[in-house]
């Protein structure tokens, strides 16, 4: 079976840097480990006791652990579970799903289901978006509202726009730099309307202007095109989003999310 790195050693690495990450946490957390059907799923958890759920689900190229510094801003209103998912940057990257089918959709309702949650807000960055899409078709019993950052799976990503200004930057993330990945974004087909038209949870998408690989104009048209249940877009600033990865490690986008879902949506 594939993995997500073609190599050992870069596995070695990216589960090296995991634990360090985890000790380098400005919040208290607990790791769990979840058994499902498609093998195991490591959770992070944070945030304070007693609050509403909210289920955090990354974007490509990084793990839960990588992505909590924009989840500070909401653990003192949230009980925070933060989804690693599987054959991605993640220790546990053994795991391989169908895009095409509801693999990823029964895949998070076993781990809603066996965390308990009820009524949870469900927050998803980039790849997790299209993850979070397919959990809210196969089953959204468990989800009252759902936020999206400059989701994949609602249109294709720009290949051109990649090519030109995306792969000869990609000297930031080192991790590329050293090993070449399995992962192609161009393979995460789109939602089909016959799965859109089955969400009725509230739907909140955030979309860059200027984001490479999914353009806010034509999010938006299709978002508002498929989905009933969308409630608003909400646009992040030109100037804060050069790569679909910093979206969210701007912290004027963290903190427009933060406010935007604690402020209006609790």
């Not at 169908?98 to 949870?120: C, T």
């Amino acid at each position: 079976m594939s993995t997500y790195f073609r190599s050992g050693e870069a596995t070695q690495k990216t589960t090296d840097r995991y634990r360090q990450k985890l000790d380098e946490l400005p919040v208290r957390y607990e790791l769990m480990i979840i058994e499902t059907t498609y093998g195991d799923t490591n959770i992070a958890i944070t945030g304070t006791e007693n609050k509403r759920a909210l289920v955090f689900i990354h974007g490509a190229e990084t793990c839960a652990p990588l992505e909590f510094e924009t989840l500070t801003e909401l653990v003192n209103d949230f009980k925070i579970y933060a989804v690693d998912l599987p054959n991605l940057a993640g220790p546990r990257a053994e795991i391989q799903f169908n895009l095409h089918d509801n693999s990823y959709g029964k895949w998070m309702f076993e781990i809603l289901s066996r965390l308990a949650v009820q009524n949870a807000i469900l927050l998803a960055f980039g790849r997790g978006g299209f993850i979070a899409l397919k959990t809210l078709a196969f089953d959204e019993k468990r989800i009252a509202k759902t936020f999206l950052v400059t989701p994949a799976g609602i249109i294709k990503s720009s290949r051109l726009r990649y090519f030109s200004k995306v792969l000869f930057s990609v000297k930031r993330f080192r991790i590329l730099r050293k090993e070449k990945l399995t992962t192609n974004i161009f393979q995460i087909p789109e939602i089909s309307e016959i799965e859109a038209a089955k969400i009725q949870t509230p739907l909140y998408i955030f979309a860059a202007v200027d984001d490479e690989f999914y353009q806010a104009n034509q999010l938006r048209k299709r978002a508002k095109k498929l989905f009933r249940s969308l409630k608003n877009v909400f646009l992040l600033n030109r100037g804060i989003t050069r790569t679909a990865n910093s979206v969210y490690n701007s912290s004027t986008s963290r903190n427009t999310i933060s406010d935007t879902i604690i402020k209006n949506e609790l």
